[in-house]
């Protein structure tokens, strides 16, 4: 018999052995890790080898740069392959409705301003404000996840509570 302890265990490892990836987003990580195997980590080894051959190691700044700039690299190395062997890809091009999921593109309106924006949700190793692809995990999207066009989402920012018109769902 298993107590609501160990069910509960069970389902954060279940939900910790995946990670929600958009088509996108899976092919840039893998994109990188191709990058960083095939061209960072020879010239990197090219550095350390130049570095070494000019002697004295214990004082070779150009050596100590590039060893810290190699270990930098194989630990993404490393973070790039766990995710991609554990990713579960999300193609939002193949889905449709007006509840926002995973993957979706939402347009909004700040209930405070009527000013528009638009957001993807995608997955943590994607996200990127810059290019409007937020967090599965960020506040807002928590607070989108579930609700449709017409629906308001409110959370809690650093700034104050925020409140958004879900105006559109896109899957693009």
């Not at 004082?59 to 810290?68: G, L, T, V």
Request: hydrophobic share 40%.
């Amino acid at each position: 018999m298993m107590n609501d302890i160990g069910v509960f265990c069970l389902i954060r490892e279940d939900k910790m052995d995946k990670f929600p990836l958009t088509k996108v987003g899976y092919a840039m990580l893998e994109q990188e890790l191709k990058r960083r195997k095939g061209e960072d980590r020879p010239s990197i080894i090219e550095e350390i080898a130049e570095a070494r051959a000019k002697g004295d190691l214990s004082e070779n700044a150009e050596y100590s740069a590039a060893k810290e700039k190699q270990s930098f690299n194989e630990g993404r190395i490393q973070e790039l392959e766990a995710v991609i062997s554990r990713a579960q890809v999300i193609d939002p091009t193949q889905m449709s409705g007006d509840v926002v999921r995973f993957g979706a593109t939402v347009l909004l309106a700040n209930i405070d301003t009527d000013e528009e924006s638009e957001y993807q949700i995608v997955g943590d190793y994607e996200a990127d404000i810059e290019k409007h692809k937020i967090s599965l995990s960020s506040p807002l999207a928590k607070a989108l996840i579930g609700k449709e066009i017409g629906d308001v989402a409110e959370y809690l920012a650093p700034s104050g509570k925020r409140s958004y018109e879900i105006l559109e769902v896109k899957w693009l």
